[in-house]
């Protein structure tokens, strides 16, 4: 099974805020994204840029996951921004608003060229209404020798911006892109990472949508506030029940008298081959966590 790195909290931190990227240090965050698009304002942009890649390149961020968001690709900022990332060597570049498998496959290129080294990873924002529509294909540009596509972020505010669809509690309106994402970045080993939850003093609001991502099948919550941190890292771990229920599957099946068995009965239910897959695929997220 391929070593799975827990993204149960992935907070936003906006570049130009010095104390935001100094108290990143210190948070129980399994990733942090250095922001230099929406949170920065363009006469921010070259500062910005500049601290984020000073803050990278001096590290003290322990083994926390650090990737810089850039500005998009049609924008006055990118190709400075990707020549900083590259220079700063985190562990991922979002690139935001990419519509196409062809738009992932040009800014891998340009890394390239650049000289970035082949393991800085790319994350893709999906937020454009050409994004839901070509998920598949964007998804399909992931695995490459170099600057793999790893992560898609749910970017909800700029959907609802682009397309009119509302954020209601539940958030029916967006269900169908929300799946749809689910669905193409398991077909090629991507994770999955909900959009942010804005009304960030709503804790109930908060934990809700966060059961929400994680039953649609995401790995993580993107967060834009330190008070997000632990509920998201709880609602995104195994819960130890889980983990109990998973190890009682594993032993079933190796025991002498269920081998060769494809269904067992544990505890009075069915169970297959499938879910001992799944019980071991919990177990090593639950030890991937433990070992943070
Ligand atoms: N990352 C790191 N630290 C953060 C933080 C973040 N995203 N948001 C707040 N903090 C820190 C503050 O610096 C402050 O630290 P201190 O008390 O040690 O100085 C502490 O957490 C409490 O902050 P608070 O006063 O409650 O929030 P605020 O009013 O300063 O800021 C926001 C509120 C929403 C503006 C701020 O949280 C933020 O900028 N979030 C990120 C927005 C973003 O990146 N958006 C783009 C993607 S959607
Ligand atoms: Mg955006």
Redo the contacts with the bound molecule.
């Keep these: 099974m391929a070593t799975i790195r827990p993204r149960r909290s992935v ?4 570049g130009s ?1 010095e ?3 100094e ?2 240090k210190e ?1 129980q965050t399994d990733a ?2 250095f ?1 230099l ?3 920065v304002a363009p006469d921010m942009k070259d500062m910005a840029r500049q601290q984020v890649q000073a803050a990278i390149s001096a590290g003290g961020y322990g083994n926390r996951e650090l990737v810089i ?1 850039v500005n998009g690709i049609d924008t006055p900022w990118f190709e400075e921004d990707l020549k900083a990332a590259a220079n700063a060597n985190p562990d991922a570049i979002l690139v935001p608003k990419v519509s196409s498998g062809s738009e992932v496959e040009d800014v891998r290129q340009k890394l390239i060229a650049l000289g970035a080294k082949p393991e800085v990873d790319l994350w893709a924002m999906m937020e454009t209404p050409l994004a839901m529509l070509q998920a598949k294909d964007i998804a399909a540009a992931g695995p490459a020798e170099s600057h793999r596509l790893r992560a898609f972020v749910m ?1 909800t ?1 700029d959907l609802a911006k682009e397309t009119g669809a509302v954020i209601t509690p539940g958030r029916l309106p967006m269900l169908s892109w929300l799946s749809t994402c689910v669905a193409a970045g398991r077909a090629y080993g991507i994770d999955i990472i909900d959009g ?1 939850y ?1 009304d ?1 003093k709503n804790e109930d609001g908060f934990k809700k949508e966060c059961e929400e991502g994680r039953d649609l099948g995401m790995d993580g919550k ?6 997000q941190l632990a509920p998201s890292n709880e609602v995104f771990s195994p819960s130890s029940e889980a983990v109990d229920w998973a190890r009682k599957i594993i032993a079933a099946f190796e025991q002498p008298e269920n081998q060769g068995k494809g269904a067992i009965t544990v505890d009075g239910k069915m169970v297959e081959l499938l879910h001992a897959e799944m019980a071991k695929r919990t177990v090593a997220k639950a030890d991937a966590i433990e070992s943070l």
């Design positions: 907070l936003y931190m906006p805020k104390r935001a990227l108290k990143g948070l942090i994204i922001d698009e929406d949170a968001r970017g505010n942010v804005n960030f993107t967060l834009i506030h330190p008070a």
